[in-house]
């Protein structure tokens, strides 16, 4: 008798895994970030990474970490949380949705969650926790009453072929 595959990814894991390989479209030579929205019936609504806005060139604009702010990618880049809601496919279900995003967001894009509705935010890393822009985003979040959580992945690799 044939029995069902037990080695499956958890829903978590899964919905992380496809922020993490959006990320991977990131041109961003530093810090590659994706995000996943989930509807309330696991349903992905949304996917994005960052990147500069749609007809700007990655060739042109920079993409430098420090110096003077317009010769840095700090004005210009769309961050993935940003990218995955203006890509949802239905807006009303961003309504009490979860972001799964590789990097904890910004201050900017802690607005705009709240803003759309969405209610949960997992996250895998929180390295910039002690910047101002973060620390506010967890204000907002707080205030807001969105839920957000780190995501210990039960596998910290998952391995995709593309062979069939």
């Not at 978590?12 to 895994?17: I, V, W």
């Not at 696991?42 to 007809?55: D, E, M, S």
């Not at 509705?117 to 926790?129: F, N, P, R, S, T």
């Amino acid at each position: 008798m044939t029995t069902k595959r037990t080695d499956y990814i958890s829903w978590e894991d899964y919905f992380m895994a496809v922020a993490q390989l959006s990320a991977r479209r990131s041109k961003d030579p530093n810090t590659q970030v994706g995000a996943c929205i989930v509807n309330r019936r696991k349903r992905i609504i949304g996917i994005g990474y960052n990147g500069f806005p749609t007809g700007c060139s990655d060739d042109v604009l920079p993409w430098e970490r420090e110096g003077d702010l317009l010769n840095t990618k700090y004005p210009y880049v769309c961050h993935a949380e940003m990218n995955a809601i203006t890509n949802s496919s239905n807006k009303t279900e961003l309504d009490g949705a979860s972001l799964y995003v590789s990097l904890f967001p910004c201050n900017e894009c802690a607005k705009l969650i709240v803003q759309v509705g969405i209610a949960e935010v997992v996250y895998l890393e929180d390295k910039y926790a002690d910047q101002d822009i973060f620390i506010a985003a967890r204000r907002i979040f707080d205030m807001a009453g969105v839920k957000c959580r780190r995501l210990s992945p039960a596998s910290r690799s998952i391995t995709l072929s593309l062979d069939v």
